[in-house]
């Protein structure tokens, strides 16, 4: 059967536009398996990782490398003479082990903002999570922070960043973007003086900013759409009466939803130093018991040699709503980082005859295997060998998304005795017949989230109930504990585990828009734990269903294209 052209054309178009959602929300298909290419520590030293990433990496071949915990020195071993580290590569992954534990550095020597850091990352395509970068050069002596010290953690020139739940460490200009397009997600950065500073649109979403003196935590230098967008991030630190900054040249920074545990000046902004802001803003900002702050007193006026301008220091819920991850950081290529960010589930582990087991997953990279907490491998199987372990050894598991990064780990499992007589790795005897050998496997606490489920979406100001199972084989459970981005909200010591009390959960009432991360902590009476995450999102307006129109066309119908929206009736 031939189709009337229309028809083609209507085809085409239909399939066109899968196409497009498709590669919109990024997650259509499952990840090609793939190991990480190199482990620092096993593989050579960073230097070595540097140089294989440089012969490797490629638009098509994303490099991942891997760092197990430990302190690396890069300063020394790949830094110029004042230990600055460049990084040339585009389309690398660094992946730690442990956002506190896996630890880059550089001691720089000369202060400057761009002779210092840590790392300098002049590339694109990069991808960050799980680990912290220290420029120890003045960090921990606070006797020196009134002095000028420009020392840099990272650097970046390019587009495309991604850093996930990582930390910098560092005083004067912690973090400098040289224009880039950037995305932040459950990160922590440390300074004094201008520590995010630079140009680009650079999104941060549930960070921490910890401020170690009455100065100004950004100085951005704006020739972009959006500035600097902080949403649902933390403003920490040893002092309050700081600015959230000041204009280094035409700056734009907006921060939205705002937990503020210590609290500004009353004018929040600071005097610019070269030239007039385009615009300092907030949104719903809040003190440490989540009450509205009074923003009547934001600073609107600034002079700056014979340019004086006023804006309004505080955003309507109409302007608020566009500041969207999508809006600020999707471009010409339709980037989503928050979907590439996203972490796969905790696998739960059991030993099965000569083998550790899990449950496959289309959209896992690979999984990371741990035993006593330390690196042992990685692989693209569901499966470990047990055969060159110990009676008693304690594994983990993590799930690698397509980025690389590592979702939370297992159940921790402590390995039986393998039998002698097992040779096959499916748990299957040389007769063809289901193994029966018994294996004394002591497991850590498994908890699962009832409700709400992965992803879930609720509209502002929510308010959110939490059910969660926890259970373990031959033992009990001791309490489980539930947080809210890092913080405790309640521990529960028997079941059910439920937190729907109006007057002890006060953190999960009124939350105001932003994406949030739940976990929960299950003890057992041994004092083993085990853990599982999930995030859940608030949002201002209801989210549009995708919808396609795949019945044939009827005169009596009405007509949607993919995105939900009425179209007219198509021509024949």
């Known amino acids: 059967m031939h189709l009337m052209n229309s028809e083609v054309s209507a085809s085409r178009i239909l399939f066109r536009s899968a196409l497009f959602v498709c590669a919109a929300l990024q997650f259509c298909f499952g990840v090609t398996k793939k190991k990480y290419d190199f482990i620092v520590g096993v593989d050579g030293d960073f230097k070595a990782a540097m140089s294989a990433a440089a012969k490797s990496a490629s638009s098509s071949n994303r490099f991942y490398i891997f760092f197990p915990d430990g302190e690396y020195n890069i300063g020394a071993l790949t830094g110029d003479a004042n230990q600055k580290t460049t990084f040339p590569t585009s389309n690398v992954s660094f992946i ?76 004067q200009d912690t973090y400098y973007t040289k224009n880039s397009r950037t995305y932040w997600e459950d990160g922590t950065i440390y300074g004094t003086t201008d520590f995010l500073c630079g140009g680009g649109d650079v999104y941060f979403q549930n960070c921490t900013l910890y401020e170690l003196k009455v100065s100004a935590i950004s100085a951005p230098s704006t020739t972009t759409t959006w500035g600097y967008v902080f949403n649902g991030c933390t403003i920490d630190g040893d002092v309050s009466g700081y ?106 582990i059991k030993q099965n005859g000569p083998d550790i087991i899990w449950d496959a997953n289309d959209n896992a990279l ?28 304690k594994i983990t598991v993590r799930a690698a998304n397509e980025m690389g990064g590592l979702g939370d780990a297992s159940n921790a499992l402590a390995v039986g005795a393998v039998p002698a007589e097992s040779s096959s790795s499916s748990g299957v005897s040389s007769s063809g017949a289901a193994s029966s050998s018994s ?61 729907n009390d109006a007057s002890q959960d006060v953190p999960l009432q009124n939350l105001a828009e932003g994406a949030y991360t739940l976990r929960v902590v299950a003890t057992d009476n041994s004092g083993n734990k085990g853990e599982s995450s999930i995030q859940i999102r608030v949002t201002g307006t209801e989210s549009v269903r995708i919808r396609s129109r795949m019945n044939p066309v009827t005169p009596s119908k009405k007509y949607f294209d993919l995105l939900g929206r009425p179209e007219k009736k198509p021509v024949r």
């Open 96 to 171: 730690g082990q442990s956002q506190d534990n896996t630890v880059l550095y550089n001691k720089s020597i000369n202060e400057s903002i761009g002779t210092t850091a840590t790392l300098y990352l002049k590339a694109d395509n990069i991808y960050m999570q799980d680990m912290t970068i220290y420029n120890k050069a003045v960090y921990g002596q606070p006797s020196l922070y009134n002095a000028t010290g420009r020392h840099v953690a990272i650097q970046e020139e390019g587009s495309k960043f991604i850093y996930k739940r990582v930390k910098l460490l560092s005083t």
């Open 243 to 348: 600015m959230l900054g000041r204009s280094w040249n035409t700056a734009k920074a907006t921060f939205l939803n705002t937990t503020m545990k210590k609290l500004p000046s009353d004018a929040a902004w600071g005097n610019p130093m070269n030239s007039v802001p385009q615009q300092f803003a907030e949104y719903k900002s809040r003190d440490a018991s989540g009450k509205l702050l009074d923003l009547s007193k934001r600073r609107k006026a600034y002079t700056k040699d014979n340019t004086t301008v006023t804006l309004n220091p505080v955003l309507t819920d109409a302007q608020a709503a566009t500041y969207t991850v999508s809006n600020v950081l999707k471009g010409p290529d339709n980037w989503q980082p928050q979907n590439l960010a996203k972490l796969l589930p905790a696998p739960v």
């Open 366 to 393: 690979c999984w990371v295997v741990f035993k006593n907490g330390k690196y042992l491998a990685n692989v693209t199987v569901n499966s470990y060998s047990a055969s060159s372990l110990s009676t008693g050894d």
């Open 439 to 499: 294996v004394a496997v002591t497991e850590n606490p498994v908890v699962k989230f009832i409700s709400p489920s992965d992803n879930a979406s609720f509209a502002a100001p929510a308010t959110v109930t939490v059910e969660v199972n926890a259970s373990e084989a031959g033992g009990s459970i001791a309490n489980v504990q539930l947080f809210l981005n890092g913080t405790l909200v309640r521990q529960e010591n028997g079941a059910p585990y439920q937190w």
